[in-house]
């Protein structure tokens, strides 16, 4: 069975910086054959893109209202993805949930319904 779990989230000022982890596990699941993806859900709306990175690790992609300001990577040792969030505002508010997706890497890296895995979100409060 894969499990995805988030952790890092928590109360910031805004201005102040975070970095999420998601570890990820299963006899056989390895984060190497996945590309990974962040995505947040504020109450009210509805889930939306952060950010990708290729099985690999080579490629990478992020959603305009966060580029320049998140990084996402991957250890595929660690079997893990990471976002690091500096910069913050209160719009960043919302639970982040990491996810996997086998497909080949492609440009339509932000589609939801392209990833197989969920983890269970982590909350993350930007004060002003």
């Known amino acids: 069975q894969v499990q995805l779990v988030e952790s890092g989230g928590g109360l910031v000022q805004a201005g102040g910086s975070l970095r999420l982890s998601c570890l990820a596990s299963?006899?056989?699941?390895?984060?190497?054959?996945?590309?990974g993806g962040w995505f947040r859900q504020s109450p009210g709306k509805e889930r939306e893109f952060v950010a990708a990175?290729?099985?690999?690790?080579?490629?990478?992609a992020y959603a305009d209202s966060v580029k320049g300001r998140f990084t996402i990577s991957k250890d595929n040792v660690k079997n893990a993805v990471y976002l690091q969030m500096n910069s913050l505002k209160p719009e960043d508010t919302a639970v982040y949930y990491c996810?996997?997706?086998?497909?080949?890497?492609?440009?339509?890296?932000?589609?939801?319904?392209?990833?197989?895995?969920w983890g269970q979100g982590t909350q993350v409060t930007v004060s002003s």
């Open positions: 996810a996997a997706d086998w497909r080949p890497w492609s440009s339509y890296y932000y589609q939801i319904p392209k990833y197989s895995y």
């Open positions: 990175i290729s099985r690999s690790g080579g490629s990478t």
């Open positions: 299963g006899r056989t699941f390895s984060i190497s054959s996945y590309n």
